[in-house]
């Protein structure tokens, strides 16, 4: 196995096809996050990204993604964004972990949402997650046919809300595929206080993913288009979502919606309307991602399977960052696991959001600010 490594937004366009002609060989790789567009879109922003491409007998064969630091620590690229990760390559290559770290010069490679059908990576696996998803199918019917006959439970009382979104604030319509950047700078100001409302990381207090999310809203290719999706009541967003899209998988990633409008459930009107529309577009599978959300549990048909874990060589740094790393995502994983461990930390959390948009504690948890 040749091995040769490449910024992933300078890969040659024949590299290019040919990563998406082995998308296309198997539909577990059809997912965009997986595709060279969002690569290429991280390493605009990350100076460490890379792309390790496998060869056989002169054939780009495989596709490995990832991201480097100066000490030789590597994680899959996109790490803490992407819902999906792999070394994407033709059916039957088989491939050497330690080889495969060796020439991209890593001495840890961590990952947290990889496909767990990559067995060379499975003795470095730590844990093993939930992935739901929506299993589509076109249809032509219009949208409450689909919503009775796909959700029967959820239908009348969609319904419902909608009817009343509609009277109480105007006619409601919902827009698959909004092509105004205003609408999606909204989204992500919904987002952002959304994660310091609840405690969470605030992704877009990062200028570079603000940055990154941009770029791929331009994004307009066959294995990957990024796509805004809009719940307007009259000329009003009341909810929104973004995310890429492939031919056949639609990735669900970032949404929110206004939080003066939450008694009308606008996430789940705009969830519900997006599996029609994207079902419509030649979507098959509507991925949600790991973790725990009461309307996935709702909506899914199915679940999918993803891996954390470390893949190490012998060496000080892999030693020291696994050492730093795995009791964190250790402790991480037992809360999120168990319920009556994971409602008080999201009430807690929640409690410090509350705190910290009003000034009584800072972004570093230390009280201050303007109550002080």
């Known amino acids: 196995m040749d091995i040769?490594?490449?910024?992933?937004?300078?890969?040659?366009?024949?590299?290019?096809?040919?990563?998406?002609?082995?998308?296309?060989e198997s539909p577990e790789y059809a997912n965009p996050f997986l595709s060279p567009e969002f690569a290429a879109g991280v390493g605009r922003y990350r100076g460490g990204a890379r792309v390790a491409v496998l060869h056989e007998n002169g054939e780009p064969v495989g596709f490995f993604p990832y991201e480097r630091n100066s000490l030789g620590v590597g994680r899959a690229i996109g790490l803490g964004l992407s819902?999906?990760?792999?070394?994407?390559?033709?059916?039957?290559?088989?491939?050497?972990?330690?080889?495969?770290?060796?020439?991209?010069?890593?001495?840890?490679?961590?990952?947290?949402?990889?496909?767990?059908?990559?067995?060379?990576?499975?003795?470095?696996?730590?844990?093993?997650?939930?992935?739901?998803?929506?299993d589509l199918k076109p249809g032509?019917?219009?949208?409450?046919?689909?919503?009775?006959?796909?959700?029967?439970?959820?239908?009348?009382?969609t319904l419902k809300k909608e009817r009343r979104l509609?009277?109480?604030?105007?006619?409601m319509r919902f827009v698959f595929d909004e092509r105004d950047p205003q609408v999606l700078h909204r989204l992500m100001?919904?987002?952002?206080?959304?994660?310091?409302?609840?405690?969470?990381?605030?992704r877009f207090a990062r200028p570079w993913i603000v940055a990154l999310v941009d770029n791929l809203f331009h994004v307009r290719e066959e294995h990957f288009t990024g796509v805004l999706s809009v719940v307007y009541a009259g000329d009003r967003p009341v909810a929104a979502h973004f995310g890429p899209r492939s031919r056949t998988v639609f990735a669900c990633w970032f949404t929110a919606y206004d939080p003066e409008f939450r008694y009308y459930s606008p996430g789940l009107l705009m969830h519900l309307r997006m599996?029609?529309?994207?079902?419509?577009?030649?979507?098959?599978?509507?991925?949600?991602?790991?973790?725990?959300?009461q309307y996935k549990d709702w909506l899914k048909t199915r679940e999918l399977r993803v891996a954390e874990g470390f893949a190490t060589r012998p060496h000080p740094v892999a030693a020291a960052h696994?050492?730093?790393?795995?009791?964190?995502?250790?402790?991480?994983?037992?809360?999120?696991?168990?319920?009556?461990?994971?409602?008080?930390?999201?009430?807690?959390?929640?409690?410090?959001?509350?705190?910290?948009?009003?000034?009584?504690?800072d972004a570093s948890g230390k009280v201050g600010g303007r109550a002080r």
């Open 140 to 157: 032509d019917s219009d949208y409450p046919q689909w919503l009775r006959g796909a959700y029967p439970g959820l239908a009348k009382t």
């Open 275 to 293: 599996a029609e529309a994207a079902g419509r577009h030649g979507v098959t599978l509507m991925d949600w991602g790991r973790g725990d959300k």
């Open 322 to 361: 696994r050492l730093l790393r795995r009791p964190v995502r250790g402790l991480r994983n037992t809360v999120l696991a168990h319920p009556r461990l994971r409602e008080p930390a999201d009430r807690l959390l929640k409690t410090v959001g509350t705190l910290r948009t009003s000034g009584l504690v």
């Open 189 to 202: 100001l919904w987002k952002s206080a959304q994660y310091r409302r609840t405690g969470r990381m605030d």
């Open 83 to 134: 819902d999906l990760q792999a070394l994407v390559h033709r059916p039957g290559v088989a491939w050497d972990v330690q080889e495969l770290l060796r020439a991209c010069g890593l001495s840890v490679f961590e990952f947290d949402h990889l496909i767990d059908e990559q067995k060379p990576f499975g003795r470095y696996v730590t844990g093993t997650f939930a992935s739901p998803v929506i």
């Open 4 to 24: 040769t490594i490449h910024r992933p937004d300078e890969l040659s366009t024949s590299l290019r096809r040919a990563w998406h002609g082995v998308m296309d």
């Open 166 to 171: 509609g009277r109480d604030l105007g006619e």
